[in-house]
T-cell receptor, first 114, second 114 residues
Framework: AQSVAQPEDQVNVAEGNPLTVKCTYSVSGNPYLFWYVQYPNRGLQFLLK??????LVKGSYGFEAEFNKSQTSFHLKKPSALVSDSALYFCAVRDRGGANNLFFGTGTRLTVIP | GAVVSQHPSWVICKSGTSVKIECRSL??????MFWYRQFPKQSLMLMAT?????????EQGVEKDKFLINHASLTLSTLTVTSAHPEDSSFYIC??????????FGQGTRLTVV
């Protein structure tokens, strides 16, 4: 069974400081991993994905994530947070050989404090 | 990426009435669309996979007679909430996948049943 865990419901960070939003996953095989961001009353926007290759993936708006197979993690990071980064972030996983749909974590609300 | 449009963005209806939500893929022919439901402060839960020209595939626990899905063309899928009740109030989001692995989402529809 596939599952995604985002251990933190809420992350607060000061503007200009680095941010990390944590994600761990469980799949039967090798995963496809994704990060999405959601602003209030809006759909999800794609940030980045890990498919294969370099474990460090760079995405939109200066975000990046590191795939760590041994720790089954895919934490989202940004070197310097902006107030406009405040939103709800979802990690998602899809099994390469499994169903066609994505499984989402419960989401982490990021608040960047001016 | 693919552009996905949902309509309406929000709707309020009386208990017992039916509501139709449209999901359009504006620049991509989508043989498959996905419908999700999101409760406040919770993650997205896949409701069903909409297949063009055939019956939708529903997730376990989702009532197919209550949530009618029609995918009559490669650019349009509709979700009809029949005989809506207050417990159906939620945020409904559709998505498509554009060949590559990430999904693209509509802006969502907030349904409130009074």
């Amino acid at each position: 069974a596939q599952s995604v865990a985002q251990p933190e419901d809420q992350v607060n960070v000061a503007e200009g400081n680095p941010l990390t939003v944590k994600c761990t996953y469980s799949v039967s095989g090798n995963p496809y991993l994704f990060w999405y961001v959601q602003y209030p009353n809006r759909g999800l926007q794609f940030l980045l994905k890990y498919i294969t290759g370099d474990n460090l993936v760079k995405g939109s708006y200066g975000f990046e994530a590191e795939f760590n197979k041994s720790q089954t993690s895919f934490h989202l990071k940004k070197p310097s947070a902006l107030v406009s980064d405040s939103a709800l972030y979802f990690c998602a996983v899809r099994d390469r050989g499994g169903a066609n749909n994505l499984f989402f974590g419960t989401g982490t609300r990021l608040t960047v404090i001016p | 990426g693919a552009v996905v449009s949902q309509h309406p963005s929000w709707v309020i209806c009386k208990s017992g009435t039916s509501v139709k939500i449209e999901c359009r893929s504006l620049d991509f022919q989508a043989t498959t669309m996905f419908w999700y439901r999101q409760f406040p402060k919770q993650s997205l839960m896949l409701m069903a996979t909409s297949n063009e020209g055939s019956k939708a595939t529903y997730e376990q626990g989702v009532e197919k007679d209550k949530f009618l899905i029609n995918h009559a063309s490669l650019t349009l899928s509709t979700l009809t909430v029949t005989s809506a009740h207050p417990e159906d109030s939620s945020f409904y989001i559709c998505s498509v996948r554009e060949g590559t692995l990430e999904a693209f989402f509509g802006q969502g529809t907030r349904l409130t049943v009074v």
